[in-house]
């Protein structure tokens, strides 16, 4: 799991509306692959229900509803 988190961290955001209907989707930080790497290796070796996993595994979520956002902001332009 840690790995395949790690790497997707490059890939997603919670959105929010404003008064004119638009979206406001705030831009992602670029990982380095070995910034990836040294992660993957990290959460691998964290305890079973480790608190930092967990907290990586939220992050991941938000980052890909961000990605998703930008997505769908790009294309309608």
Do not use: H, W
Request: aromatic letters at 6%.
């Amino acid at each position: 799991m840690g790995l395949a988190l790690a790497m997707s961290l490059c890939a997603g955001c919670a959105t929010r509306g404003s008064e004119s209907g638009r979206f406001l989707c705030p831009p992602l930080r670029t990982y380095s692959a070995a910034f990836n790497e040294k992660l993957a290796a990290e959460l691998a070796a964290a305890p079973e229900g480790s608190p930092l996993v967990e907290a990586i595994t939220d992050y991941f979520v938000l980052r890909r509803q961000v990605a998703a956002c930008r997505t769908g902001t790009e294309s309608k332009k």
